[in-house]
């Protein structure tokens, strides 16, 4: 069973930066980890991923050159890292993860996704 939870959301002015952190407990080394967000009255979007064994990592092409996923592995932590935020970026950003035993298991289909956090909001001012 794996637990996740997700902190360090807020209010920001365009052009800022904030960094999400996601902390799990109970999973093994060979997890696709992600973080997708969801504005009101549209659908949820796959933001990035990492396949946890290898680092391997990938982005949404909104956020591309903007966001870096990581990981910590010393202290078992993902994090997010956006930067030039921008208000279209506002919504409710969710941590999830699932078993994979291939990176190319690994991608931004939130269907594959089973654990989810229970997420942290993020609002952009312009």
């Known amino acids: 069973q794996v637990q996740l939870m997700e902190s360090g959301g807020g209010s920001v002015q365009a052009g800022g930066s904030l960094r999400l952190s996601c902390a799990p407990h109970?999973?093994?080394?060979?997890?696709?980890m992600g973080w997708f967000r969801q504005a009101p009255g549209k659908e949820r979007e796959g933001v990035a991923r990492?396949?946890?064994?290898?680092?391997?990592?990938d982005y949404a092409d909104s956020v591309k050159g903007r966001f870096t996923i990581s990981q910590d592995n010393a202290e078992f932590t993902l994090y997010l890292q956006m930067n030039s935020l921008k208000p279209e970026d506002s919504a409710m950003y969710y941590c999830?993860?699932?078993?994979?035993?291939?990176?190319?298991?690994?991608?931004?289909?939130?269907?594959?996704?089973?654990?989810w956090g229970q997420g942290t909001q993020v609002t952009v001012s312009s």
């Open positions: 999830a993860a699932h078993f994979s035993s291939t990176r190319a298991d690994c991608t931004l289909s939130s269907q594959r996704f089973n654990y």
């Open positions: 990492i396949y946890t064994p290898s680092g391997s990592t």
């Open positions: 109970g999973y093994p080394d060979t997890y696709c």
